[in-house]
C-alpha cells in the first residue's frame, strides 16, 4: 500500500480544519441570533459562544482564510440582525453592507486574541470574558460607537439577572455571560478529550481547570443572583410627574414638505387629545417623539454675535426681526396645543410640553439640532436640548461630504450639529434629563450626562427620550434599541421613558422593568407615573473605567500580535535574501 505523502496529508488535514471551523462560526453566530431579538430565545446565550471557544482552542494550523471565514459568518449575523436600517433610504444599503462589514471584525478579533491567550497560557476563564467584554468596549467608542447587540442584552427581560448593570453597566452582564459559556466549553472540552489526552499531568490540568471555571461561573451567577434579588426588592419613593407618551405610526421620508410635516403635527396633536380624554389621572407632561412637533417650523434662536445667513432672502436688518415672528409663531401654535388639550378632560389642567422638535441657532454659523424643546403651560420656551451623540449615516457621513464629485451621494438633511452635554427641564418637583434617539442606544452617552449632573450637584429624577424609529418599519431593531434603554434604566438608576414615532414608546422602570409598552406600528399613548429612585449607582460614579482597562488590555494583546507578525516577516525576507 502506498503512503500518502505528508504534503498531501497536512494539505487534507487543513482543509478538514478549516471546514469545521466555518461549521463552528456559523454555528455559533447563528445561536447568537437566536438569542436576540426578533425571536428572543434567551436560554441559548449561555452556549452561543461554546463552538467559538473550540475554535479558540484548536492547535492546528490557522491561516488568513479561517479568519476571513469567521469574519464574513460573523458579518453575516450583522447584516441579519441591523437589516432594519435598509427601510430608511435607498443609500443605507450601501451603508448596512459597511456597518456589517466592520462590527464583523469583531469576531475574528476575539478569536485571534483568544488564541494568542491561550499561547501565553492565561486560563480560558480569564482570557475570553476579558476579550470580549473588552472589545465591546472598543465598538463602543470607535467611529462614535454603537452599544446595541451587547451580548448583556439578551438577558433585557430576566431583570433578577441585569441589575449588576447599576455597578458595571451592560458590561457586567456580558461578563457573566462569557464566564459561563467557558464553564459549559470546558466541561464538554473535557468529555470529548478525555481519551485523548494520554499525559497524567495535563489530564490533572485540564481538570483543575475545568473546575476552576464552572466554579468561576457559579459564584457568578449567584452573586449576580443574589445582588438582584437585594436591588429589586428595594423600595422607591414618591411618585413623580405623570406623562402622557403619545406614539403614532407616521411615515417619514428625508426630505418632508411642508404640507406633510403640518400634517403629522396636526395628527399627533389629535392623538394627545385623544389620550388625554381617555386618562382617568390628570397628565403634567405631554411627549411627542423625535421631530414630530416641528410642523415645518424649528424653535429658533438669535445670539448676539448672529451673523446674517447667505440663504436669508430678506434685507439683512429683517433678519433678527424674522427670527422673533417666527418665535412668536411657534409659541402661539403651543399655546394653542395647551389650551386644546386642557379641554380634553374635566380633570386637566394645562400640561407641560416635551417635544422632539428641530432647533436652528443662529451664531457666527448658523447651526442646525435634533432637538427637544420643553414648552411650559404658559407657552414660554423654558428650556431646549441638543443631541449630544449623532447618528452616522443618518444624521452626518464621515468624509464622504468633503470629496470632490460625491458630496451629491449624500441625501439633504444630513447637517445636524452636536449639543453641548446633558440639560434638565423641570416641571414641578420633577427633574426631567433628555435624551433624542440613539442616545439610550450608545450606554456611555446617558451615563455620563447623569454622571455629569450628578458633580454639578444637579438633580436628575427620570430620562424622557424620543426618538423616531419609524425609519426602520417594524424591523428587530425597535427590540434593540428598547433593550438598550432598559440597560440603560438599570444603568444609571433612573427610570427610562420613551415616546416614538411607531415605537418603541414605553415605561421603563429604574430596573430595567417593562411597565408598559406599545406594539410598533400602532397609534396610541402611554400614561406613566414613573417613581424616583434615589440610589446612585457605581456605574454613574466610576463609569465604564473596568471595562476600559479591559479594552486596553485586548489592545495590548492585539499589539503584541501585530509586532510579532513584523518580526516574522522580517526574518523571511532576511532568509530569503540569504
Not at 31 to 45: E, T
Not at 343 to 371: A, D, F, I, T
Request: proline letters at 6%; hydrophobic letters at 45%; charged letters at 15%.
Amino acid at each position: 500500500m502506498n503512503a500518502i505523502p505528508p504534503t498531501i496529508a497536512n494539505s487534507n488535514l487543513a482543509s478538514k480544519s478549516s471546514r469545521n471551523r466555518i461549521l463552528l462560526a456559523a454555528a455559533g453566530v447563528s445561536m447568537l441570533w437566536l438569542a436576540q431579538p426578533p425571536l428572543g430565545l434567551w436560554p441559548i446565550v449561555g452556549v452561543c459562544l461554546v463552538p467559538i471557544l473550540w475554535i479558540v482552542v484548536d492547535q492546528s494550523a490557522f491561516t488568513r482564510r479561517d479568519y476571513v471565514a469567521i469574519w464574513l459568518a460573523s458579518s453575516l449575523y450583522w447584516l441579519v440582525s441591523l437589516q432594519g436600517i435598509r427601510h430608511a433610504h435607498p443609500a443605507m444599503y450601501v451603508c448596512l453592507l459597511a456597518l456589517a462589514g466592520y462590527l464583523g471584525i469583531y469576531l475574528p478579533l476575539f478569536v485571534m486574541l483568544c488564541r494568542r491567550c491561550v499561547r501565553w497560557n492565561v486560563p480560558l476563564l480569564v482570557s475570553a470574558p476579558a476579550m470580549w467584554v473588552g472589545l465591546e468596549c472598543v465598538r463602543n467608542y470607535m467611529l462614535t460607537g454603537i452599544s446595541a447587540l451587547m451580548l448583556g442584552h439578551t438577558l433585557a427581560d430576566v431583570p433578577v439577572m441585569i441589575q449588576i448593570a447599576d455597578l458595571f453597566g451592560t458590561y457586567g452582564v456580558s461578563f457573566v455571560i462569557v464566564s459561563v459559556n467557558v464553564a459549559l466549553f470546558s466541561l464538554v472540552f473535557r468529555i470529548v478529550s478525555r481519551q485523548r489526552i494520554t499525559s497524567e499531568s495535563l489530564k490533572i490540568e485540564t481538570a483543575g481547570r475545568t473546575m476552576a471555571a464552572c466554579v468561576v461561573a457559579a459564584m457568578c451567577i449567584g452573586a449576580s443572583f443574589l445582588y438582584g434579588q437585594f436591588r429589586l426588592s428595594e423600595p422607591v419613593t414618591e411618585p413623580l410627574a405623570t406623562f402622557a407618551l403619545v406614539q403614532r405610526d407616521e411615515q417619514v421620508e428625508y426630505q418632508q414638505d411642508f404640507e406633510r410635516e403640518l400634517s403629522i403635527f396636526q395628527n399627533y396633536t389629535a392623538q394627545s387629545v385623544d389620550a388625554l380624554e381617555n386618562s382617568s389621572d390628570a397628565v403634567d407632561v405631554v411627549v411627542w417623539p423625535e421631530s414630530m412637533f416641528t410642523g415645518g417650523l424649528p424653535w429658533m434662536i438669535a445670539d448676539a454675535d448672529a451673523v446674517v445667513p447667505e440663504q436669508y432672502e430678506g434685507p439683512p436688518d429683517s433678519f433678527i426681526a424674522m427670527v422673533g415672528q417666527n418665535q412668536n409663531y411657534f409659541r402661539s401654535r403651543a399655546d394653542e396645543v395647551i389650551r386644546t388639550l386642557a379641554q380634553s378632560n374635566p380633570e386637566q389642567q394645562q400640561p407641560h410640553l416635551v417635544v422632539g422638535c428641530g432647533v436652528v441657532r443662529y451664531g457666527k454659523l448658523p447651526q442646525v439640532y435634533s432637538g427637544m424643546v420643553h414648552v411650559s403651560p404658559a407657552a414660554k420656551v423654558s428650556g431646549w436640548y441638543g443631541k449630544n451623540h449623532l447618528v452616522m449615516f443618518g444624521e452626518y457621513v464621515p468624509l464622504l461630504p468633503s470629496i470632490p464629485g460625491l458630496r451629491s451621494l449624500v441625501p439633504a438633511g444630513l447637517g445636524v450639529t452636536p449639543g453641548e452635554g446633558p440639560t434638565v427641564f423641570e416641571v414641578d418637583d420633577t427633574a426631567i434629563v433628555p435624551s433624542v434617539c440613539i442616545e439610550t442606544a450608545v450606554e456611555r452617552v446617558m451615563v455620563n450626562h447623569l454622571s455629569r449632573l450628578r458633580k454639578n450637584n444637579t438633580r436628575a429624577d427620570v430620562i424622557v427620550t424620543v426618538t423616531n424609529d419609524g425609519w426602520f418599519d417594524d424591523s428587530s431593531i425597535l427590540a434593540h434599541h428598547r433593550r438598550c434603554a432598559q440597560l440603560v434604566a438599570v444603568g444609571t438608576r433612573r427610570p427610562v421613558l420613551s415616546s416614538a414615532n411607531n415605537g418603541p414608546t414605553a415605561s421603563i422602570d429604574s430596573c430595567g422593568r417593562l411597565t408598559e409598552s406599545l406594539p410598533s406600528g400602532t397609534n396610541g399613548a402611554i400614561i406613566a407615573t414613573p417613581r424616583r429612585d434615589d440610589r446612585t449607582s457605581l456605574y454613574v460614579r466610576i463609569g465604564d473605567l473596568p471595562a476600559k482597562l479591559l479594552g486596553l488590555a485586548c489592545l495590548v494583546v492585539l499589539s503584541s500580535i501585530v509586532v510579532q507578525a513584523n518580526a516574522n516577516r522580517r526574518a523571511r525576507r532576511r532568509s530569503e535574501s540569504s
